[in-house]
């Protein structure tokens, strides 16, 4: 019988057109990993697309490769896990550009669930779902590594409230000041809140702090459970704090400004925020993408 | 060179193991076709999944024929635009069984963006989407044809609102009163609801009339375009309607049991109610099953 | 301030519409869980839908107490692991029916990824992907629960190879023999294949076994690394065994009717099988929804 | 009653963080809308996002002027259709600067189903689905528009269809001359391939022109009907035109390298292309971003 060594080398022939590609890989690979974090183990189920580039001389990029480098973190990940899923991703961009002899780029991008204990106004824990993000580039040598969070949370519309106000205050001109007091009524909705932000060589990013800037930014953090009273809190918290998307993501950048300020000028941030409006069928969406330095600089 | 009737046909032969199928056909089908609607002619894109029966002796059901079926009606829609959607679904039924002459059963479910011009609350009109529902069975030579539709509007909830209102009175005691009077904040999202009706023979029912009944059983109806006056009105006017989703679907079979008391008391209904509760991560889920003769004696 | 026990229970307050409703709960939760399975320790991230059936009598259905009932179920589930998903399912529908005391009908689904590791043909392990489903009722009083997998393989069509096969020994008649000795090219795809199992009481079914039914029933598994040699033998194998979606699913009843033989003649099984067509855009489909009695008389 | 006039402008406000934004606009928005095209109407039903920049001094974007901007050009395109789909974006990128008059950036992205007639290879004709894709940017007075397409078609691999060969070889050495002449089997499997070219001021590209591009650098394009003699010769063409992704990608740039070549050099041409592998339960990824000037120098 042939073994592997005797059969034909197809992705090693010249192709017909000389292009090199840019990014050539195996996408949608879901596998169950386990991430050490510092006070607990924690399972992953990350979606996982993978990269390396491919030079024009060569048919085909050697596609098994990615899948034995996968399947080789996920065993190792189970005997000695890693500290955190940006680690693995810089574990695994290392690899492939070592066995892709001839790549010179190298791309994975993760996203998986993540679930935090919380506990809701009156005390009562649950389980909250978050989204963890990483990504990681090696290109000619040079790693540049992200983590991500999206959250789901709640924001008010202060534009709603403030119209409503008005209108009330028109209409019962003797309770003008009490409706000054008051949180008055505006439509609010689902909001999911994305920051990803860059990891210098040398520093490092705790995934559960960038989700309680996040929370910090909407209008409230929500809960799988809430009794009447906790229901109540939330709603009239989320009233005393409404916010655009705008909002959400200059708040979220204004905490990075501070939690971050010794890091690099070129770090890369981008935050987003996307709303999915009560009153329309369409959802309102802000986002900035910068450097460190810019946010620093007021800009 | 070899024509299609001196091809071998393995559809045709006897199988390996001898089960009937209750359902063999395609999936996933997407078309553009043309209803003729009483004022206006109305393009959709169904995505259509059908099915028929397989006997036993059968190995294999003749898909091609599913689409040719599929086409036909396409193109004679281009010409002789049917009256609607559930129409369409009766004719491809009949269709099913004609041409898959081993089948005494056949199946089709179709759904489709659907849109209506709507006018806001100062008269704006805009393009709204809902989605468009038709099923038809013809089992044993009976045909059943089901019409239905989902739409997006704005649900209050009423219990937040009471708690809050409670908490208030109890702050404020000077504004009790007043604190009856206006409405007071409570979480609010967005809403799908679905309705699912039975067109019994001879009878007929219009999708709009189903799209306006699910409309007024929410707290308020969506609108692409609010300028701040028509804001403040739908989130004014949602809010002195709150709405569980338990709400919204009895709203909805009340107003069934109206408009459609005349027909046969088997007519099947399925009315559901979802909302993506702004201040949890899940969502809240309320469905009724049932005749209409159920509904007719108040159960 | 005022206690939950002191703040408005709208909930409890007569509905405007006297209809009681089939099934009122919550969608979309997502949780982490521990399963004890025989060997090892399964970490599964479940989507959950849950739902009672509510009175006419009574407004609102108390959904915090469904988000209870599985937070306690998922910390219960760290200490003392459960045997299995459909036991989980049956534990949660009794906590249902005890916690919502004004409902006779209780309803919970769920599927989550799940990971087996599996060898290649040379031997190389793997960590491959399906879904484990589950589904428990408990209606006035007694329980059915199903247990479910959704396993993806590759089919490979044997009407194509018999008719291009047929077009090769038409065009090579000196060679027909050996044409009727070798596969010839047919066009493959990836295959979903889902069985649906009830488990009755006082009997327990393997969903690893259910797994290794369907990936036998398909032309061939599929897995995640595959080198050269591994690559020829899976495609080599497909094709020496050829399935229509219906050929799927008649082998899983027959493997069903000898593994369960025993099981109650009422147990009822779902099989599906939806193959993603590489030469259309549209899916194939077959399903037999009976009675295990059913099939045992070869109906 | 107040007006408009007289309400607060809350948007208008200065934000409390003094942060500008990249992108601040409405997502998910879902239109129906007519486009003119040579030879006949066509009605598309695009998924429209669409972003103006946002200066430090302003709290949030007037979101509602989006909408209004796209009903506007819904209700114009009904009476007097443009051309395509990316002069659609041009026309919306321009108003957006207009009535945002403090953005000095705009984009719009847009997406919808397609359908073409085609004929498969007994030359009957069905309607096949495809997407088109347009993207316009309005950089301080510069627009960059682009138009692509997505294409589903069948990949054959010619790495396992040439280790099949190797070892029936092996096997039947007096049949070697033979097995070099025929197709021997391999896996196949739907392919997704995606083309998105800029088109410059003054220059213009057809949709339908990219669709072909695309279905030729496939192993073959695919069709909603196929009698048995039509799916032995798409079945026969596909397997002796065996395509890698990368092969695919590349086969594109050819084309585009000469259908193209006298475009400006700095076109910007995005190809992508995606098999659903059907031996893996993942899919096979291969990209070029480039200019055209790159791909008319062979690199």
């Given at each position: 019988?042939?073994?592997?060594?005797?059969?034909?080398?197809?992705?090693?022939?010249?192709?017909?057109?000389?292009?090199?590609?840019?990014r050539?890989?195996?996408?949608?690979?879901?596998?169950?990993?386990?991430?050490?974090?510092?006070?607990k183990?924690?399972?992953?189920?990350?979606?996982?697309?993978?990269?390396?580039?491919?030079?024009?001389?060569?048919?085909?990029?050697?596609?098994?490769?990615?899948?034995?480098i996968?399947?080789?973190?996920?065993?190792?990940?189970?005997?000695?896990?890693?500290?955190?899923?940006?680690?693995l991703?810089?574990?695994?961009?290392?690899?492939?550009?070592?066995?892709?002899?001839?790549?010179?780029?190298?791309?994975?991008?993760?996203?998986?669930?993540?679930?935090?204990?919380?506990?809701?106004p009156s005390?009562?824990?649950?389980?909250?779902?978050?989204?963890?993000?990483?990504?990681?580039?090696?290109?000619h040598?040079?790693?540049?590594?992200?983590?991500?969070?999206k959250?789901?949370?709640?924001t008010?519309?202060?534009?709603a409230?403030?119209?409503?106000r008005s209108?009330?205050?028109?209409?019962y001109?003797?309770?003008?000041?009490f409706l000054n007091?008051i949180?008055v009524?505006?439509?609010?909705?689902?909001?999911?809140?994305?920051?990803?932000?860059?990891v210098?060589?040398?520093?490092?990013?705790?995934?559960n702090?960038?989700?309680?800037?996040?929370?910090?930014?909407?209008s409230?953090?929500?809960?799988?459970?809430?009794?009447?009273?906790?229901?109540?809190?939330?709603?009239?918290?989320?009233?005393?704090?409404?916010?655009?998307?705008?909002?959400?993501?200059?708040?979220?950048?204004?905490q990075?400004?501070?939690?971050?300020?010794?890091?690099p000028?070129?770090?890369l941030?981008?935050v987003?925020?996307e709303?999915?409006?009560?009153?329309?069928?369409?959802?309102?969406f802000?986002?900035?993408?910068?450097?460190l330095?810019e946010?620093?600089n007021?800009?």
């Amino acid at each position: 019988m042939l073994g592997n060594e005797k059969l034909p080398d197809i992705q090693a022939e010249k192709p017909q057109s000389n292009y090199k590609l840019t990014r050539v890989g195996v996408t949608n690979v879901v596998k169950q990993i386990v991430v050490k974090r510092p006070n607990k183990t924690v399972f992953l189920t990350p979606t996982i697309n993978l990269f390396v580039d491919l030079p024009a001389t060569k048919k085909g990029s050697d596609m098994s490769r990615n899948i034995e480098i996968i399947e080789e973190i996920v065993e190792k990940s189970t005997m000695a896990p890693c500290s955190g899923i940006e680690e693995l991703a810089e574990n695994i961009v290392k690899l492939l550009i070592k066995k892709h002899t001839y790549a010179s780029y190298a791309e994975i991008e993760m996203h998986a669930d993540y679930f935090l204990e919380r506990e809701n106004p009156s005390g009562k824990r649950s389980q909250e779902r978050y989204v963890l993000f990483s990504r990681a580039i090696m290109d000619h040598g040079t790693i540049r590594k992200m983590l991500g969070v999206k959250v789901t949370g709640i924001t008010v519309c202060p534009c709603a409230m403030e119209t409503v106000r008005s209108v009330l205050k028109d209409k019962y001109p003797d309770y003008a000041k009490f409706l000054n007091e008051i949180p008055v009524v505006s439509h609010n909705q689902r909001n999911n809140t994305t920051i990803m932000v860059e990891v210098p060589e040398g520093y490092s990013i705790e995934a559960n702090d960038l989700i309680e800037i996040a929370e910090n930014a909407m209008s409230s953090p929500t809960y799988e459970i809430l009794k009447r009273k906790d229901e109540e809190e939330v709603v009239y918290r989320a009233h005393t704090n409404p916010k655009f998307v705008e909002d959400v993501v200059r708040d979220v950048l204004k905490q990075i400004s501070k939690k971050y300020s010794n890091f690099p000028k070129d770090t890369l941030i981008t935050v987003r925020s996307e709303s999915e409006e009560s009153i329309h069928k369409h959802n309102a969406f802000a986002e900035r993408i910068s450097t460190l330095g810019e946010i620093l600089n007021n800009e």
